[in-house]
């Protein structure tokens, strides 16, 4: 197995920059600490001239790096050598109008998309990057890779491993909320799974303590290998826009690693001439996980040309030790105080003019519940996203005529549980289920109706109920 000699790492401080081989294992760098980027000499690139031409690997899927709905973009993230590629036709992911949820957002039809990353082999977004992460791994000659994990990275790192001969997974979970869909999967898929006592950012301590004292490849986000592969969800965004760039792209918090991805993938086609302007992003977290809001949106936390304020930074998390503050949200995925990809999140903010809210859990339930009834069922975190443009258009940010992408993350069964308790007709039943407070109930429940093994009792009910 190989890498390509075109790419390299870079350390993402402008005061440092040092660079590093592609074929070095690293989360961060080695002399200021700061995160790591992959570039390329892009000169020595075969870029193609226009986008449009990508599609050309449509004519050869049977061939499965094209099938690939990430390594068909391989000309723009060309750091591995095809043999090195692991893959299992991650990316044949869907593009939505969604008119039905324009209304509950207050955009014009015809204006308002949905990119459904749940069509993914494990069900969520993190197929693009765990392909990229893994044949990376697998170039280096890894025989284990690890994660941190509320439940989505997981079952990707499970599968993927499980597909790649001679290696193995080992997965840290919290003790808080995680999804049985997601842990099942990474049972089934035949992990190591260690739950710790704590939550998702104590887990990802003591994973990065772990790969760095046993040398084992960590696919977390804060890996820059693992990023290169997200960035091919935007470019499947423009792809079904016919090459055109739109005005918002709205994504959820988190680890932040999407949002990363995203800046980072239409700072290089911008530079690369291949598209004329970026986009907007919004990043919208869950208020119970309000990290990237309360230091961007109240403290004033900005790129600053990679000279962000780090004290910043610490005072707040100080702040959350000193409080014992945990997160907590039923959209357990971005249930996450401690943002490993926060700056690189600052830049794509910055080169994308983007902004950073906050929504309530009640809000995510909601705008999920009308993903939902218009066809795309997802877990809540990805309504994170729709209940955010939601609160942009009424605050006048986003304008009703906007072409507005929202990314959907995650598959409905990732968490089926929420969904049959916002569906439930007994709001105790719904309470405790969820384990949330503050939540008045099921604004758009569509509850089940019970009904006597009796066909004019089905009849009525029909008749009643059924338009």
Not at 110 to 138: C, V, W
Not at 209 to 232: A, H
Not at 450 to 465: C, E, F, K, M, P
Request: aromatic share 8%; net charge neutral; with cysteine.
């Amino acid at each position: 197995m190989s890498l390509d000699p075109r790419a390299f790492q870079r350390c993402l401080s402008p005061d440092c920059a040092a660079t590093y081989d592609a074929g070095e294992v690293l989360t961060s760098c080695t002399r200021c600490g700061s995160l790591l980027d992959v570039d390329y000499e892009w000169e020595r690139v075969e870029v193609p001239g226009k986008l449009s031409e990508f599609e050309t690997a449509w004519r050869s899927r049977h061939q499965p790096v094209d099938f690939s709905g990430v390594w068909r973009f391989r000309k723009l993230l060309p750091f591995v050598t095809d043999e090195s590629v692991v893959t299992i036709g991650e990316g044949q992911t869907l593009f939505q109008q969604a008119d039905q949820v324009a209304r509950f957002v207050g955009v014009n039809a015809g204006r308002f998309y949905l990119q459904y990353e749940g069509m993914n082999p494990s069900g969520s977004f993190k197929d693009n990057g765990m392909t990229a992460a893994i044949s990376h791994a697998r170039a280096t000659g890894a025989t284990q890779a690890a994660c941190a994990s509320t439940g989505n990275t997981s079952a990707s790192l499970a599968l993927y491993t499980g597909m790649t001969p001679g290696m193995k997974s080992i997965i840290f979970v919290g003790s808080g909320k995680i999804a049985y869909g997601k842990l099942s999967q990474a049972l089934d898929y035949g992990a190591l799974t260690l739950q710790i006592a704590g939550d998702f950012d104590d887990a990802m301590k003591r994973v990065q303590e772990v790969c760095q004292s046993m040398r084992i490849y960590l696919v977390n986000s804060v890996n820059p290998f693992r990023l290169e592969g997200q960035k091919t969800i935007m470019l499947r965004v423009l792809e079904a826009l016919r090459w055109e760039v739109p005005d918002w792209i709205v994504v959820p918090g988190g680890n932040l690693g999407n949002s990363s991805a995203f800046g980072k993938a239409f700072i290089e086609l911008h530079r690369l001439g291949l598209i004329d302007r970026l986009p907007r992003l919004a990043i919208i977290n869950a208020s119970g996980a309000r990290t990237l809001s309360e230091l961007v949106g109240r403290r004033g936390l900005s790129w600053n040309g990679g000279r962000y304020d780090r004290r910043t930074i610490d005072d707040y998390y100080a702040e959350l030790d000193r409080d014992h503050a945990k997160a907590s949200t039923i959209a357990s995925a971005i249930e996450i105080n401690r943002p490993v990809n926060l700056a690189k999140c600052l830049r794509a903010l910055d080169a994308c003019d983007g902004v950073v809210r906050e929504v309530s859990d009640q809000l995510i339930l909601d705008a999920k519940a009308q993903v939902g009834a218009g066809g795309y069922g997802c877990e809540p975190a990805s309504a994170a996203s729709v209940a955010g443009a939601k609160l942009l258009v009424e605050e006048g940010v986003i304008g009703p005529s906007d072409r507005v992408v929202c990314i959907l993350t995650g598959h409905l069964l990732k968490d089926p549980n929420v969904t049959v308790a916002y569906h439930s007709d007994d709001q105790k039943v719904f309470n405790e289920t969820l384990g949330v407070r503050g939540v008045r109930g099921a604004s758009f429940a569509n509850h089940a109706v019970s009904v006597g093994n009796d066909l004019d009792q089905i009849t009525r009910a029909i008749q009643l109920y059924g338009h």
